[in-house]
């Protein structure tokens, strides 16, 4: 069975970079699309952005200046950091496992989700 | 204002059938790219509950099902139950943003 642990600081201060790890449990590693995905409060899902187990990213464009995702294959884990964040990023951040041939086409696996929130 | 359109809300009474719809375009719905559908129980993480249109993962009970025409895309719940009462949110990919993309969620009430 497949599981997704993550964690990470879950207060920031207005500029500040966030940092989040997630662990991937049972199934393998390669030939997924790791992502982050996240959920401001009483808001929708947003994506953020992913990579694959040989380090390619794509980003979403609203995000993409502040936004790098990185991966460790020794550990099986893979990384999120937004960089200088405000407010507006205050929200439930979730690791998800993707799946697809020649892009990602669907999200089979979750973690529990870290509430990150910037306040001064 | 999301890529994908959803619904705000949505209710029915136990044993109902409800349809949640889910509204794109020509980059992404129209373009033939399948859409899935996710299931949010209050307080936890999004659940996959449909891929690739109308394929349900195993354990997800038959009462729930998708359909796809066009340029949209419904999930439909038969036999409603007091514990599917979540948000749901339909994904999907768009070719001009290239990137994948979420409807703004439905809230099912049973009432």
């Known amino acids: 069975q497949v599981q997704l642990h993550q964690w990470g600081a879950g207060l920031l201060k207005p500029s500040e970079t966030l940092s989040l790890t997630c662990a991937v449990y049972g199934g393998s590693f390669s030939g997924y699309y790791w992502s982050w995905i996240r959920q401001p409060p009483g808001k929708g899902l947003e994506w953020i952005g992913e990579?694959?187990?040989?380090?390619?990213?794509k980003y979403n464009p609203s995000l993409k200046s502040r936004v790098s995702i990185s991966v460790d294959t020794s550990k099986n884990q893979f990384s999120l950091k937004l960089t200088s964040v405000t407010a507006a990023d205050t929200a439930v951040y979730y690791c998800?496992?993707?799946?697809?041939?020649?892009?990602?086409?669907?999200?089979?696996?979750w973690g529990q989700g870290t509430l990150v929130t910037v306040s001064s | 204002q999301s890529v994908l359109t959803q619904p705000p809300s949505v209710s029915g009474a136990p044993g109902q059938r409800v349809t949640i719809s889910c509204t794109g375009s020509s980059s992404n719905i129209g373009a033939d790219y399948e859409v899935h559908w996710y299931q949010q129980l209050p307080g936890t993480a999004p659940k996959l509950l449909i891929f690739g249109d109308s394929n349900r993962p195993s354990g997800v009970p038959v009462r729930f099902s998708g359909s796809k025409s066009g340029t949209s895309a419904s999930l439909a719940i038969t036999g409603l139950q007091a514990e599917d009462e979540a948000d749901y949110y339909c994904q999907s990919y768009d070719s001009s943003l290239n990137v994948p993309i979420f409807g703004g969620g439905t809230r099912l009430t049973v009432l």
């Open positions: 990579i694959n187990h040989s380090g390619s990213t």
């Open positions: 998800a496992r993707g799946v697809g041939l020649q892009f990602l086409e669907w999200l089979n696996y």
